[in-house]
Nanobody
Framework: QVQLVESGGGLVQAGGPLRLSCAAS????????MNWYRQAPGKQREWVAS???????NYADFVKGRFTISRDIDKSAVYLQMNSLKPEDTGVYYC??????????WGKGTLVTVSP
């Protein structure tokens, strides 16, 4: 079992930065991938970024060049540095981790609001 707790959300003006954190506890040595998703009001949850074992990173096109995913070396935390934020980045951001066997764990989310 892995427990995830996100933090760092809040209100920010368009163009500004925000850094999200996700603290992981439990069987973190089983984690194979660390991900961020988001869900805007009235929309489906969408994938934002992933960091795979070996530090291979992947990003959704709409955040490439603006967001950076990173982690602590012991996998106890994953971060999402968000720069040049836009109002359309508003939503609840969720941390997700995939463990051995393809088991997915999710946090409860942190709200990001970007004002025009």
């Amino acid at each position: 079992q892995v427990q995830l707790v996100e933090s760092g959300g809040g209100l920010v003006q368009a163009g500004g930065p925000l850094r999200l954190s996700c603290a992981a506890s439990g069987d973190i040595f089983s984690i194979k991938a660390m991900n961020w998703y988001r869900q805007a009001p009235g929309k489906q949850r969408e994938w934002v970024a992933s960091l795979i074992s070996g530090d291979d990173t992947n990003y959704a096109d709409f955040v490439k060049g603006r967001f950076t995913i990173s982690r602590d070396i012991d996998k106890s935390a994953v971060y999402l540095q968000m720069n040049s934020l836009k109002p359309e980045d508003t939503g609840v951001y969720y941390c997700s981790m995939t463990a051995k066997g393809g088991v997915d764990y999710w946090g409860k989310g942190t709200l990001v609001t970007v004002s025009p």
